[in-house]
């Protein structure tokens, strides 16, 4: 089954910053509204930000101001810009199609650690 590639993940003290990227070889979603994900340990996935495909953006009330998200469908890619991160912003990242009716198969993610 196609999927997404989810990259950019690390380890990141409180307060750092990090930029995840997602993109398809397989999958064109340039005409989709696309989604990061992230899901904690024992939590469910949930969606923190998502834009239109032409750059509306919206986000979950706890990265509001902190995250950014953007795309480049010249590139067929998806950018989450991640600043001022907190320990709760531990999980793995996910990218994918924020309708529900029209998601492709989960990548691995990206795991992101904000630790001291």
């Known amino acids: 089954q196609a999927h997404i590639v989810e990259s950019g993940g690390g380890l990141v003290q409180p307060g750092g910053s990090l930029r995840l990227s997602c993109t398809s070889s397989?999958?064109?979603?340039?005409?989709?509204?696309m989604g990061w994900y992230r899901q904690a340990p024992g939590k469910q996935r949930e969606m923190v930000a998502a834009i239109t495909t032409w750059g509306l953006a919206n986000y979950e009330d706890h990265v509001k101001g902190r995250f950014t998200i953007s795309r480049d469908n010249v590139v067929n890619t998806v950018t989450l810009s991640m600043d001022n991160l907190l320990p709760d912003d531990t999980a793995v990242y996910y990218c994918?199609?924020?309708?529900?009716?029209?998601?492709?198969?989960w990548g691995q993610g990206t795991q992101v650690t904000v630790s001291s």
């Open positions: 994918n199609s924020a309708l529900p009716t029209k998601q492709y198969g």
């Open positions: 397989e999958i064109d979603f340039r005409d989709d509204m």
